[in-house]
């Protein structure tokens, strides 16, 4: 991992990326809700969507002793 400091172009592509999904989610919160619990419920957001993505990715695992791949139509 390179331990050098970050350049500001590189803090302003994170940045470009970042804000628009925290927006999204910060957008849902109930009114009153601090940063610190948007910033939570937004790792929680993203673990799914990365689930989900694996999902559509492989299809539906099969249960029990019958795994074999299921096909993406």
Same mark, same amino acid.
């Not at 948007?38 to 249960?63: D, I, Y």
């Given at each position: +991992?390179? %331990?050098d400091? !970050?350049? @500001?172009?590189? #803090?302003? =592509? =994170?940045s470009?990326? &970042? &804000?628009p999904l925290f927006d999204i989610i910060f957008r849902n919160m109930p009114e009153g809700s601090k940063t610190e619990d $948007? !910033? %939570? #419920? +937004?790792?929680s957001v $993203?673990? !799914?969507a990365h689930k +989900?993505? !694996?999902?559509?990715?492989?299809?539906? =695992? @099969? &249960?029990? &002793?019958n795994k074999k791949p299921v096909d993406k139509k």
């Amino acid at each position: +991992m390179n %331990k050098d400091p !970050l350049s @500001p172009e590189e #803090v302003q =592509a =994170a940045s470009d990326r &970042f &804000f628009p999904l925290f927006d999204i989610i910060f957008r849902n919160m109930p009114e009153g809700s601090k940063t610190e619990d $948007c !910033l %939570k #419920v +937004m790792e929680s957001v $993203c673990s !799914l969507a990365h689930k +989900m993505r !694996l999902e559509e990715e492989e299809g539906v =695992a @099969p &249960f029990g &002793f019958n795994k074999k791949p299921v096909d993406k139509k």
